[in-house]
């Protein structure tokens, strides 16, 4: 087990190396860095300085390793156009997106699996049906357009929810909540319903699949030939084996919410690090962009160990692969 | 009136178009301390009244009418409450062990949850009771493997653990659905032995439904035999199956191949369909016959194939498996060769590599004259055509997505491209009629056929290339025995025909004792003992071949 660990860990860092070389080629090879950085009328001379005190005539692999030892220490260098270090902004965006994040993944989650059962035990229902007709609205309406409809009927309509923004924020530290404040959990609720819809809808039609799929096996009807009552045999026997292919999803759906919550913050105008991206991308802001993408491939890359972890809470077949069997 | 009574017992699956009777007017009795074995081929519904004893018929079964009384409880009446009867004074245990314990609970958990759904006792109690129950079903050191996920024991273990959970509730009556099916001999002698003591132990009455007439005639008090959901015949087994008063028992009996004495073809009653030995088998004008000589056709010197897990990142050594060690043998011209032993044995890995699908670790092959692990280009297609494999599962061995003449036809033209179409529509009928199928059959596609006929669609299909040498692997353990009958019929019209030479895989002794002139007994990869089939069975010089035929259960009607 241990050298499982290890030999994940191994690879998360090859990973992590890989993403590393692409967003630093983007630094480098996307337009004169230097170009980027000072205005029309420096001279030929002053550039020339500029580039060896920046070490841009440095080998590649050296500038490269540079570029590691930086980005280690979430050094990414100054934002073009803000002025500001890169590591500072996206500190000061990060819990915003978090936020939106947990919120969304937990309603998706929750939602997902719970709806998910109900449907796959009831399934000739009509609430049953119900849920996977707007399920299937959820899956294939895209999110600007929920985001927008949601507005629409909330904010527009009913007037009961903010649009934009984060609404009153606390500072703790360098983290700002807006989980504290009636305003801020308020302007939370439409994004995070937005954002969460995609990945529920797909969690309830995943979960329902397993379910039914589980109710079918030998070891569930040697369960009701037990006498086993239904509560356990749903809640207890069928859920836990359809949480395998469950857990998998979710992770990498996690990271995708991080990576995609770029057009809800659009929509909802939410100061978070999509949001500072897609400004970024408007203004070639190479240094954001490049921190950003080795942010992205982190969190991917973090999600992605955590579910392996998981895995081998979840399934006591993994546990055991490398002990002795007598099977 | 006897413990447990089945009078006029009726169900039926609605479908969208026609409603099927699964069981018709069925009525039997149980007593406590009784085996009554349920006895009949796929589709005979017995495994249907096991289910509808526990009220757990599949989605849309249905009792139509009749009445399944225990004692003072009409279990057919859906008034009845099921947390009277499930698993608290009925137990059932099912076919197979590896899928019917959920792998993410432990066995203990599994067992409290149990024991605490039906017994008013505290955990402690119930802890005691488990490690109790486990222990009285065989279990060793039962406390530590109180705590073991089921992928941890072996199959026989499992199918013990599976027992000690239906009889968590001590019941009265245990439903035993094929329950050794799944298992090896060794290990259903253990298992039918402990179902035995349990029966004599706790004076249970055991409904044991099964396919295996054997298992039937060994173990049974008394036996109903059941056909398309009727009862044929009931009584005694000595007496139903020894000298059956009904044709389909005459049949079905006369189909089990006998482990005592070698017979020429299976006595098929009913056949209706002339069997290729009558006709002319057309297949044989293209047929380049030799005369078979008796030479060694396939030499196997020390062979050897061991797995082990070869990823690029593996950062712990893992021992390799030696799934064949140091295996010697040679098959003759013309003879069935039999290679014979429980799971695990490296049977199928032997021919894997002697077909040449997978590379072995060491040691020689050779077929005719060439050393098979140096041939490449034409001379290892040439090798191909001459060897060819049927395979054991009819389901997922023909591509389900091609018509019949398709598949038949597609190792024709792989070998001989020249052949122009007609030609070949004509060999693909010719084929179709060697093994006894319709030249209807050709436009159809593979689920339209039964088990036993897609087993001779693939026997066509390795025909095609006019083989030397078939490899049947388990050809016929996945088919009823009937059917299993019929196959094994026509193996050997076509060996006789067409001098073909048969490597026999199995692990069902009676059936390769039918089969085989010359048996190799493998375990764990090694070869026990190499013997004509006769001295084989009847004077075993190894310890483990005696141990083998010891568990095989002895059909004597």
Not at chain 1, 127 to 140: D, E, P, T
Not at chain 1, 175 to 204: C, E, H, N, R, V
Not at chain 1, 246 to 264: D, E, Q, R, W
Request: hydrophobic share 45%; net charge neutral; charged share 20%.
């Amino acid at each position: 087990m241990f050298s499982y660990f290890l030999k994940r860990i191994v690879q998360s860092v090859g990973v992590m190396l890989c993403v590393a070389l692409l967003s630093f080629s983007l630094f480098n090879f996307v337009g004169d860095p230097i170009n980027n950085m000072v205005g029309e009328e420096t001279s030929t001379e002053e550039r020339a300085e500029l580039r060896k005190t920046l070490g841009l005539n440095d080998p590649i692999h050296i500038q490269f390793g540079r570029f590691v030892a930086n980005a280690v220490q979430f050094n990414f260098g100054k934002s073009y156009q803000l002025r500001r270090p890169v590591s500072e902004l996206i500190a000061e965006r990060m819990p915003a997106t978090l936020e939106l994040v947990i919120a969304s993944s937990i309603l998706a989650l929750g939602f997902g699996v719970f709806l998910g059962v109900y449907t796959g035990i009831n399934r000739t229902g009509i609430l049953s049906n119900f849920i996977l007709f707007v399920s299937l609205a959820g899956v294939s309406l895209p999110t600007f357009v929920i985001g927008i409809l949601l507005i629409y009927i909330f904010a527009v309509i009913l007037g009961i929810l903010p649009s934009f923004g984060r609404g009153e924020v606390v500072q703790i530290g360098f983290w700002s909540t807006g989980l504290l404040t009636a305003s801020g959990l308020k302007a939370l609720i439409l994004p995070s319903l937005t954002l969460s819809l995609f990945q529920m809808t797909y969690i309830i039609r995943l979960v329902r699949a397993e379910i039914v799929e589980i109710l079918q096996t030998d070891y569930i009807k040697f369960a009701r030939a037990r006498g086993i009552s239904n509560h356990s045999v749903y809640f207890g026997h069928a859920l836990r084996n359809s949480l395998i292919p469950v857990v998998t999803i979710a992770g990498i759906n996690i990271g995708t919410l991080v990576a995609f919550s770029i057009i809800t913050e659009t929509v909802f105008q939410w100061p978070g690090m999509g949001f500072l991206f897609i400004q970024a991308v408007k203004f070639v802001d190479i240094p954001i962009m490049s921190a950003y993408l080795v942010f992205i491939a982190l969190v991917f890359v973090a999600i992605n160990f955590i579910v392996d972890i998981l895995y081998f809470l979840i399934d006591p077949r993994l546990r055991t692969k490398n002990e002795n069997q007598d099977g | 009136m006897d413990f447990l009574e089945i009078t006029n017992l009726n169900i039926s699956y609605p479908t969208r178009r026609l409603l099927v009777a699964a069981v018709q007017d069925v009525s039997f009795s149980v007593k406590k301390g009784e085996i009554l074995g349920l006895v009949g081929e796929s589709g005979s519904g017995k495994s249907t009244i096991g289910r509808a004893i526990l009220g757990l018929l599949d989605e849309p079964g249905k009792i139509e009418g009749g009445s399944i009384q225990l004692e003072n409880l009409n279990l057919a009446d859906p008034a009845t409450e099921v947390s009277a009867f499930r698993g608290k004074r009925i137990g059932l245990i099912f076919q197979d062990p590896q899928t019917s314990l959920n792998p993410v609970m432990t066995v203990g958990e599994q067992l409290l949850e149990t024991i605490q759904t039906h017994l008013q006792i505290d955990t402690g109690d119930a802890r005691k009771r488990a490690i109790e129950l486990l222990d009285d079903v065989g279990i060793i050191d039962a406390k530590t493997r109180f705590d073991d996920y089921p992928h941890q024991f072996s199959g026989g273990m499992r199918q013990r653990v599976v027992i000690a959970l239906a009889l968590c509730a001590d019941p009265d009556i245990l439903i035993a659905d094929e329950p050794t099916t799944a298992l090896d001999v060794s290990i259903q002698s253990q298992i039918l032995a402990l179902l035995q003591r349990l029966r004599a132990d706790r004076n249970l009455a055991v409904i044991l439904i099964t396919h295996d007439m054997a298992v039937i005639s060994e173990i049974a008090d008394r036996v109903v035999v059941l056909k398309d959901g009727r009862v044929v015949e009931m009584g005694s087994p000595a007496a139903v199956l020894g000298n059956p008063s009904q044709t389909y028992t005459k049949r079905l009996v006369s189909s089990v191949p006998p482990t005592d004495r070698r017979i020429d073809r299976f006595p098929i009653m009913n056949s209706d369909q002339g069997s290729a030995t009558d006709q002319n088998l057309k297949i044989l004008n293209r047929w380049q016959l030799q005369e078979n000589t008796g030479a060694s056709l396939v030499r196997v010197k020390s062979l050897s194939k061991s797995f082990s897990d070869e990823s690029l990142m593996r950062i712990t050594a893992k021992e390799p498996v030696h799934a064949v060690r140091d295996v010697s043998f040679e098959i003759r011209e013309g003879e069935s060769f039999g290679l014979v032993g429980e799971s695990g044995s490296g049977k199928s890995t032997i021919a894997k590599m002697i077909v040449k699908l997978i590379e072995p670790t060491s040691g020689l092959i050779f077929f005719e004259q060439d050393d098979i692990t140096t041939l490449e280009g034409p001379a290892l297609l040439a090798f191909r055509r001459k060897i060819q494999m049927v395979f054991q599962d009819p389901y997922s061995s023909l591509n389900g997505r091609m018509k019949i003449k398709n598949i038949i036809a597609e190792p024709i033209l792989h070998h001989n491209s020249q052949l122009g179409q007609m030609d070949i529509d004509h060999y693909v009928d010719d084929l179709l009629a060697a093994v006894d199928l319709a030249a209807s059959s050709r436009d159809r596609y593979p689920h339209e056929f039964s088990g036993g006929q897609r087993q001779r669609i693939s026997i066509a299909r390795a025909l095609a290339t006019q083989p030397k040498l078939l490899v049947c692997d388990e050809p016929t353990s996945a088919l009823d025995v009937s059917i299993q009958a019929q196959i094994l019929n026509l193996l050997k019209d076509l060996q006789e025909k067409l001098g073909l030479t048969i490597l026999f895989i199995s692990h069902d002794l009676p059936v390769v004792r039918q089969m085989c002139d010359r048996i190799a007994v493998l375990r764990d990869g090694a070869v026990c003992e190499i013997a004509n089939a006769e001295r084989l069975f009847d004077a075993p010089t190894h310890n483990y071949s005696r141990h083998l035929l010891n568990s095989m259960p002895k059909f004597q009607p």
